[in-house]
């Protein structure tokens, strides 16, 4: 959406069939359109950690951002700011906090390669890259199985989980699988 308040008309509107818990404005306004413990219909057909339905289980939040700018940082105060509440509430780990593209990256790329993943997990708030060791080979099979463990299962081809992947953890990595890849995923 062009602004927060179309986002907002186009989130409320009941014949549109989407929704969210919450939107973040770029000047770090919040709105809590649905209430938590209500299902909002943000996340569609997808599938996170061996765990399909993800509007059932989750709490959606919506930032204003196109996608071809960096998130304000009265915006990503504000998400610093309310994520600590929804995973107390709720009992959410960092690795739970995950952006659309995670859960349904045959459909989605947001909130995109300028969201500062880093910057979350560096408070705890979202999973950040691995760093543990990895074997010797740089096979498709061997990718799988870390981003498999790691919560990407979604059914996608090989090409796909790789640029998930890598939005989330290396968005600036082009080009074939490599060993860095792998690394991102790993855990100590």
Sequence with gaps: MKSAEAALARLCDPGVEVSAHYLIGSDGTVWQMVDEAQRAWHA?????????DVNSRSVGIELDNRGDHPFAERQMAALESLLPQIMTRWDIPADGIIGHSDMAPDRKFDPGSRFDWTRLAQQGLACGVGGGPVGPSVAPDAFRALAQRAGFTADVDDATLLAAVRLRFRPQARGPLEAADLTALTRT
């Design 44 to 52: 569609g057909a997808g599938e996170w950690a061996g765990q399909g």
